[in-house]
């Protein structure tokens, strides 16, 4: 088997881990905090606590890839990989032995601040893989962790009627550890240290300065910020308007499950075929078919009315989802100077974890001006403007690479 396939292979089982194991713990956070070692009882106290908890990984993320990135610029991608997959394997056993919320929320921003494994593995791949297959790898590569983050949540309601919640964590933490040693004796990077350090040391910020000058960038930036707001920001809603559609408590928690992640399962599917089909007529116009795709498929979701109706809208919007992450990927290894990819690639990821904490909060504020039905067509609106700026950026200017630096 050729390097980069092996490369692409290990890291997909890397990132299904760490995705799965991510949202594994997620179902059962509020009641981890009600078990007897931790002993809380108030239930607005246990909420509020499980929201912070939950966003405080996202905070120190949002902060410190762009450091990680820079550092995976000077020392490689598989270090940065190794490091993130390691460190977080550790944090996830420590926090089976957490006993206050404080604890759990120090080690959620304690990941967060290590974590990266996802920007090194993309990157790692965009620089292993040939050009005519950088579709295909990222859309591969984006599969595992969509299949982690639908699995995971499955998984770990499963774990814990099994176990209880305390060994989820450290059944996790031993994954993540296999999945970081798997990746240390198979992933081979052909990185030049001395050739890195040799060239002009940029500061966060000069790098940051330095990438927004590129336009195409921050167009794609900001696809991957509004994915990830819009796809977010109904979510904590989402089982309000099952519960609305279906009209009965039967089975409710079943459908609002499944609705949420039904358009996860055909974006899975839909990456490696999608990813496959950009190789061939261009990630530009992948990701402008997209983009509208999945826009117009906001507009029926608002106005659905049963529960059938908003499920085959979601997996239809799924299929168009799937093109978005890897075109974007593909772009963003296109368009990066040389040498800058791991700042890239952090720099997207950051953006992610910015939609993520923005999008539920942004999304409840909306739904009480407008109702849900309104975060939908908003999300429609921006997914559009979007779009557009795409096409401005990417199409119309038919862009080249930027000359490395």
């Known amino acids: 088997m050729e390097q980069w396939k092996k490369n692409l292979a290990v890291l997909w089982i890397g990132q299904f881990l760490v995705m799965g194991g991510m949202t594994m713990i997620m179902p059962f956070m509020s009641l981890y905090l009600q078990s007897p070692r931790?002993?809380?009882?108030?239930?607005?106290?246990i909420a509020t606590w499980a929201g912070i908890i939950f966003a405080g990984n996202f905070v120190t993320s949002f902060l410190f890839q762009p450091l990680?990135?820079?550092l995976s610029d000077k020392y490689?991608?598989?270090?940065?990989?190794?490091r993130s997959g390691f460190g977080m394997a550790v944090v996830m056993v420590l926090m089976g032995f957490a006993t206050s919320p404080w604890h759990l929320l120090l080690l959620r921003m304690v990941n967060g601040t290590i974590?990266?494994?996802?920007?090194?593995?993309?990157?790692?791949?965009?620089?292993?893989?040939?050009?005519?297959?950088?579709?295909?790898?990222?859309?591969?590569?984006?599969?595992?962790?969509?299949a982690g983050t639908i699995m995971g949540p499955f998984l770990g309601g499963l774990l814990a009627d099994a176990v209880g919640y305390r060994p989820i964590f450290y059944l996790t933490g031993v994954s993540l550890f296999a999945a970081?040693?798997?990746?240390?004796?198979?992933?081979?990077?052909?990185?030049?240290?001395?050739?890195a350090a040799a060239k002009p040391?940029?500061?966060?910020?000069?790098?940051?300065?330095?990438?927004?000058?590129?336009?195409?960038?921050?167009?794609?930036?900001?696809?991957?910020?509004?994915?990830?707001?819009?796809?977010i920001g109904p979510n904590p809603l989402m089982p309000l308007y099952v519960q609305k559609l279906h009209g009965t408590s039967v089975n409710l928690a079943f459908w609002a499950g499944f609705v949420s992640s039904a358009a996860g399962i055909t974006n899975m599917v839909a990456a490696p075929l999608l990813g496959r089909l950009s190789d061939r007529i261009g990630q530009e116009r992948v990701l402008g078919i997209s983009l509208v795709g999945a826009a117009l498929l906001f507009i029926p979701q608002a106005f659905a009315g049963t529960v059938w109706q908003l499920l085959l809208?979601?997996?239809?919007?799924?299929c168009f989802l799937g093109g978005l992450i890897p075109s974007v990927n593909a772009l963003v290894r296109r368009f990066t100077p040389d040498g800058m990819e791991g700042r890239a690639f952090s720099l997207n990821t950051s953006m992610l974890a910015l939609g993520n904490m923005i999008g539920p909060i942004v999304g409840g504020l909306i739904s009480g001006w407008t109702g849900i039905g309104g975060v939908f067509l908003i999300s429609a609106v921006l997914f559009l403007v979007n779009a557009l700026w795409v096409r401005q950026t990417l199409v119309s200017r038919q862009a080249r690479k930027p000359d490395a630096v």
């Open 180 to 195: 970081s040693t798997l990746a240390y004796f198979v992933v081979k990077e052909t990185f030049d240290r001395s050739a």
């Open 201 to 231: 040391q940029l500061s966060v910020i000069a790098g940051f300065r330095q990438l927004s000058g590129v336009p195409q960038l921050m167009a794609l930036f900001a696809v991957t910020f509004l994915l990830q707001f819009a796809m």
């Open 76 to 82: 490689g991608r598989k270090m940065m990989l190794l």
């Open 38 to 45: 931790i002993g809380m009882t108030n239930e607005h106290e």
């Open 68 to 70: 990680w990135g820079k």
């Open 313 to 318: 809208f979601r997996l239809l919007q799924g």
């Open 115 to 146: 974590s990266g494994f996802n920007p090194a593995a993309v990157s790692l791949v965009s620089i292993t893989t040939p050009k005519p297959k950088m579709g295909f790898a990222m859309g591969t590569l984006q599969s595992g962790g969509i």
